[in-house]
């Protein structure tokens, strides 16, 4: 199970690893970068049946509400999470959010400390004024109707943190300032889509109407029967830009693929729920591929058929002895699809 | 010679902290050994190894076949050797020289003074029966000798009773493990094994006979067999048959789901033991090719227990 946690915390990770890189700008001196000042935040909102729900404020004007979950099962389980990056339309260094979620929900918060002050020394390789976190509570009201009903609540707030981090020169190690603004890139897959070490990977992803669709299937070298599933997807709605994931420790008969050197090359993926039905892949002469059957997902507050001439396909089978590092998802990605450009090579 | 040095390699590393016979530039510790030679019944050779650190050591062997009880409960003086085998014999003897002491060569690697060998006999009482009666011996009295050396300085990798060829020189390899058993099989370039063989196989088990292993049987199987016998041209698809005394065949093979298996009929009876089979889900297995790398599967973590 320490694995799923892991994947888990991975994909949480991405808002954060996202929020962080939001702050960087191009350095002064060669070989350090300037991160410039930052109020980010955060707020429990606690848990609603099986969701844990809460903010996180990567800077001082955006605001993203997520709802994450996990289901366990013996040695399988899965992990999925929604998250709804909006603008902030006050200031979060004053201790205010106000922001509405489209049609589903609005928040509006004030943040009162309670005295206990944490102060952190810069990251490694940084140079500058430690931060300084304020825990207290956000007092208000956050209400929320998921889409097709999946979660309901309306509350006054919850615990929550204000961090001011000051001006850092930090030592230029890895690229940084990927959102550039875009709500978008909080809410990208990036790094939940590593496949490193995967010696069997089939990949499908469409990008239709603004929604990105991802799906990874992969098996890792030396693990035993099974495969791990992901799914993105990755949309802008009402000022919303929306992000949804779902991974699962699939049991075997998951994913079963051919062989290396097998020609054509041909694929079957049955993962476990929150997907249902089966999909095949085939490759066909002059190098084209299938991708047919009844795959689809449920997940929060969104029912979709996952197969269809408008995915693009592949499928990476690998002999552990030829290539070290297993399959590569991003070097196949074709360049011109919506998810933002290698995010997750920067991120991982 | 080759089996008293392998005797005395055996008990020596039960002795040695972990990892001190890799360290670079170690210290081989003193010590003091009693051996004693046997003829066993059905053509076995029986070797008896003491020290004075209550461990001892009885091997039978007979062609490829290896078993050793250890015990870590023998009492032993300076000509004193006692211990009890459960269930298989005991051996109370006392060391009595002949002539005087010889002082053999230095180890090759190391530095220190020469070993002291005195030759002599042990009397006593001496009883071992094996498992289904495979070998017996039973004397009061046998041909015996104690060696005794102080502490060696040892260069990186030397061993001072490391003998015959260098077997790490293999080309590629595949080995199947599970708690208690290993099935070995190594390929090698020509000239590097004896006979123009160039695949050795070894099977071995390990079985804790008392509480706390304190009484530990190890049974070991060794062949040399040629080439064809390990078929690794296309590694996700390797076919191993080793001659007797191993029986079948087994397969390592890469599935659909890109789970590497090991299937096949592959099994091995040691002396006094039932068949036992050398293939299975159950097993973690490798396969390396020196210039490429290796191919895992690893036991799910349940399985490190289940398969006990």
New interface residues.
């Given amino acids: 199970m320490g694995r799923l946690a892991m994947v888990g915390f991975a994909a949480a990770a991405v808002l954060i690893a996202g929020a962080t890189a939001a702050q960087a700008k191009p350095g002064h001196r060669v070989g350090f970068d300037i991160r410039p000042a930052n109020t980010s935040g955060s707020v429990d909102l606690g848990k609603r049946g099986d969701y844990r729900i809460g903010l996180s404020m990567p800077t001082d004007r955006v605001a993203i509400f997520y709802v994450s979950g996990s289901k366990v099962k013996g040695d399988r389980g899965g992990f999925f999470s929604n998250a709804y990056a909006v603008h902030n339309r006050r200031s979060l260094t004053r201790g205010a959010i106000r922001a509405r979620l489209g049609s589903l929900g609005t928040i509006s918060l004030r943040f009162r400390p309670n005295g206990r002050v944490r102060k952190r020394r810069p990251q490694q390789g940084c140079e500058g004024r430690p931060s300084i976190t304020e825990y207290g509570r956000f007092v208000g009201r956050a209400t929320f109707h998921g889409e097709s009903g999946y979660l309901h609540f309306s509350l006054p707030g919850g615990a929550g943190d204000i961090t001011r981090s000051f001006r850092l020169s930090c030592e230029e190690d890895e690229p940084f300032d990927l959102t550039r603004g875009s709500l978008r890139a909080y809410v990208a897959p990036g790094s939940f889509f590593a496949t490193r070490g995967d010696i069997a990977l089939l990949y499908a992803t469409t990008h239709n109407h603004g929604r990105y669709v991802g799906i990874t299937a992969g098996h890792q070298e030396e693990s035993p029967p099974g495969a791990v599933v992901r799914i993105g997807i990755l949309e802008s709605k009402e000022a919303m830009a929306i992000g949804r994931y779902s991974f699962v420790l699939g049991p075997p008969g998951t994913l079963r693929t051919s062989l290396p050197g097998v020609h054509p090359a041909n694929a079957t993926l049955a993962p476990p729920a929150p997907f249902f039905g089966k999909a095949t892949y085939r490759e066909e002469p002059a190098d084209a591929r299938s991708w047919t059957g009844t795959l689809g997902i449920n997940l929060l507050g969104l029912k979709l058929p996952l197969v269809g001439s408008r995915f693009h396909t592949r499928l990476c089978v690998l002999n552990p002895l030829k290539t070290r590092d297993g399959c590569d998802f991003f070097k196949a990605e074709p360049p011109l699809y919506g998810r933002p450009a290698r995010l997750g090579t920067i991120l991982r | 010679m080759r089996l008293r040095c392998v005797a005395a390699a055996a008990l020596a590393l039960a002795c040695l902290p972990e990892g001190a016979g890799a360290a670079v530039g170690h210290d081989w510790p003193g010590r003091q050994l009693t051996r004693i030679e046997l003829e066993g019944s059905n053509g076995y050779s029986i070797l008896i190894s003491s020290d004075r650190k209550q461990h001892l050591l009885l091997q039978t062997t007979k062609e490829g076949f290896t078993t050793e009880y250890r015990t870590r409960d023998a009492l032993a003086g300076p000509y004193r050797t006692k211990a009890t085998l459960p269930g298989l014999g005991s051996i109370s003897v006392r060391f009595h020289p002949h002539g005087p002491a010889r002082r053999p060569p230095a180890f090759a690697g190391c530095v220190g003074p020469r070993p002291t060998v005195r030759k002599g006999v042990v009397r006593g009482a001496i009883r071992f029966v094996g498992e289904r009666d495979y070998t017996q011996a039973v004397t009061h009295e046998a041909p015996a000798e104690i060696e005794e050396w102080k502490s060696q300085r040892c260069r990186g990798g030397a061993n001072p009773e490391q003998d015959g060829p260098n077997l790490e020189e293999w080309t590629s390899k595949f080995s199947a493990w599970r708690p208690g058993i290993e099935f070995l099989a190594r390929k090698y370039r020509p000239g590097a094994l004896e006979g123009g063989s160039r695949v050795l196989y070894l099977a071995e088990t390990a079985e804790a006979a008392s509480e706390f292993a304190s009484f530990v049987i190890y049974r070991r199987a060794t062949v040399l067999a040629p080439t064809l016998t390990f078929a690794d041209a296309h590694?996700?698809h390797t076919i191993i048959s080793p001659p007797p005394p191993f029986a079948g065949t087994g397969t390592f093979v890469?599935?659909?789901?890109?789970?590497f298996a090991w299937e096949g009929d592959l099994s091995i009876q040691f002396p006094g033991t039932d068949p036992l089979p050398l293939t299975g889900p159950h097993f973690e297995l490798d396969y390396c090719?020196r210039e490429?790398?290796?191919?895992?599967?690893?036991?799910?973590?349940?399985d490190y227990f289940q398969s006990r």
Avoid at chain 2, 254 to 259: G, H, I, L, M
Avoid at chain 2, 292 to 302: E, K, N
């Fill in positions: 590694p996700e890469r599935t659909p789901e890109s789970v090719l490429m790398g290796c191919i895992r599967q690893r036991l799910p973590p349940g």
